[in-house]
């Protein structure tokens, strides 16, 4: 990606964070920590802080996998605007939160986002001759969009062409 687009739309870059607590629960089978989704950042950076394990992504046959807890390590992963940016190429992860019957499980996300004067769409840098094949749209309308609707599946699909 051409680094003046890069550098115009990461610069003071929004960030946020997201703190999970998530209570033990009798029977776990039953309840979910956190729904499926995608993250709607760019990039996410996560801690699983107390050793608990209980996050799981979603496989290319739609099978969920446990990602192993491993002592003072971050998990990285990439959202949806870096899948809509690379036109697709970069997939944004499904993931979910399962709890345990034992014990709490405490997580915070670092979510690393663009500058709200950017837009959100296909790097025209990266797109060269290829179709876009998702809509272009204000930072403003993303995160507003991403908001007022429940943190399950995909958000980029909205953006779909
Ligand atoms: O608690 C976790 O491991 C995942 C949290 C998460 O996906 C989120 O906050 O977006
Ligand atoms: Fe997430």
């Not at 802080?49 to 491993?70: A, E």
């Amino acid at each position: 990606m051409d680094v003046k687009e890069m550098e115009e739309m990461f610069e003071n870059g929004m960030q946020s964070v997201r703190m999970n607590y998530y209570p033990p629960c009798p029977e776990p089978d039953k309840v979910i920590g956190q729904m499926p989704h995608s993250d709607g950042s760019a990039v996410t950076i996560l801690l699983q802080v107390n050793g608990v394990q209980g996050l799981q992504i979603k496989k290319d046959h739609g099978t969920w996998m446990p990602v192993k807890f491993l002592p003072e390590a971050l998990v990285v992963n990439f959202g949806d605007t870096v899948e809509v940016l690379s036109n697709g190429l970069y997939k944004s992860i499904e993931h979910r939160a399962t709890v345990t019957s034992e014990k709490e499980r405490i997580s915070v996300g670092m979510f690393f986002n663009p500058n709200f004067e950017a837009n959100v769409g296909p790097s025209p840098s990266l797109l060269g001759n290829q179709k876009p094949i998702f809509k272009t749209i204000s930072m403003k309308e993303y995160v507003n969009g991403f908001f007022s609707r429940r943190l399950q599946g995909k958000f980029l699909d909205t953006m779909r062409i």
